[in-house]
């Protein structure tokens, strides 16, 4: 009893055997409760073996995976790769495996088997036919409003409406630009000053 409490206090350096200790501590069947139906005790001791060996073998996986976890993020570090390339590579590879499944290769088969049929059938070749007549009307119809627009403008052209129209544009605007060199020809050249340049008297 008094090295039972001396294992259990937090101070000894001890505090960690106990559990150890325990563990090679044989427990009898009633502690352990009635072996499963069906098993002889020999039988239950070889599966509790078994068990605990593959436990332990368990453990061991995990801390050399851990490991290898830890050298594959410095290797990662070293080569400068982010966790954003990882998941890019991770993503990529996700989908290669998706794309080369035999779930997705039957659903691309079906799909493809299913174009084959809605293309082949009468029902898509006439709404094809209806629709390609229907685009040769419209740019037929096109074709027709734009000649028509064309020759009526010609017409509008060679009209003694538009010409007497342009006619009248063309006298305003001989106006416009011969009263506008006469103005600019008072302004450089004021009575009296001749072909000489004014003299510019700013200060600045």
């Not at 259990?8 to 090679?24: E, F, Q, V």
């Not at 851990?66 to 966790?83: I, S």
């Not at 079906?110 to 009307?137: H, I, P, R």
């Amino acid at each position: 009893m008094e090295s039972a409490s001396q294992d259990i206090n937090l101070n000894s350096p001890n505090k960690g055997l106990l559990a150890d200790a325990m563990t090679d501590v044989p427990v009898d069947n009633a502690a352990r409760g009635a072996a499963p139906e069906g098993l002889t005790l020999a039988e239950e001791e070889e599966l509790r073996a078994e068990l605990a060996k593959v436990e332990e073998e368990i453990g061991t996986l995990r801390q050399v995976l851990a490991a290898k976890e830890r050298h594959c993020g410095e290797l990662k570090r070293k080569l400068g790769l982010t966790p954003l390339d990882g998941l890019k590579q991770n993503l990529s590879k996700s989908w290669h495996d998706v794309q080369v499944s035999n779930a997705y290769v039957k659903t691309s088969e079906k799909l493809g088997e299913w174009n084959d049929k809605v293309t082949q059938s009468d029902f898509y070749k006439k709404t094809q036919e209806t629709l390609s007549q229907a685009g040769q009307k419209t740019s037929a119809a096109l074709s027709n409003v734009g000649s028509v627009i064309s020759r009526k403008l010609g017409d509008m052209r060679n009209s003694a409406t538009f010409k007497s129209f342009e006619d009248r544009v063309g006298t305003i605007k001989s106006r416009v630009v011969g009263s506008r060199e006469n103005s600019t020809d008072g302004l450089h050249s004021p009575s009296g000053a001749g072909d000489k340049p004014p003299q510019d008297n700013a200060p600045f």
